[in-house]
Nanobody, 123 residues
Framework: QAQLVESGGGLVQPGGSLRLSCVAS????????IGWFRQAPGKEREGVAC????????DYADFVKGRFTISRDNAKNTVYLQMNSLKPEDTAVYYC????????????????WGQGTQVTVSS
């Protein structure tokens, strides 16, 4: 059964860094576009960063440009989200998602989802 599992979340002070990992099992990420999304309490899920299956197309939300970096290691069947200069407003549950086709970095364009990892930015 195909599964995505996120890890790497936690509590970090403002200005700190975290690296999230999304590991796939039962599916080869070589063929999938991967997106990182987040959802804060009381807010809708939103796109953070997405990468096409080839890695040639990468999209970032404006609010993370210059701070977050998405990358993929197909040999490890893993996609990463390096998050630097974290702000309290980055606090949310972060999800990775996969789809065979890549259109836009929006939740409705991705079919398979992990269960999420909590990121809390607070002093």
């Amino acid at each position: 059964q195909a599964q995505l599992v996120e890890s790497g979340g936690g509590l970090v002070q403002p200005g700190g860094s975290l690296r999230l990992s999304c590991v796939a099992s039962g599916m080869s990420l070589d063929y999938y576009a991967i997106g990182w999304f987040r959802q804060a309490p009381g807010k809708e899920r939103e796109g953070v960063a997405c990468i096409s299956s080839s890695g040639y197309t990468i999209d970032y939300a404006d609010f993370v440009k210059g701070r977050f970096t998405i990358s993929r290691d197909n040999a490890k069947n893993t996609v990463y989200l390096q998050m630097n200069s974290l702000k309290p407003e980055d606090t949310a549950v972060y999800y990775c998602a996969a789809d065979l086709l890549y259109g836009q970095c929006v939740p409705e364009d991705f079919a398979s989802w992990g269960q999420g990892t909590q990121v809390t930015v607070s002093s």
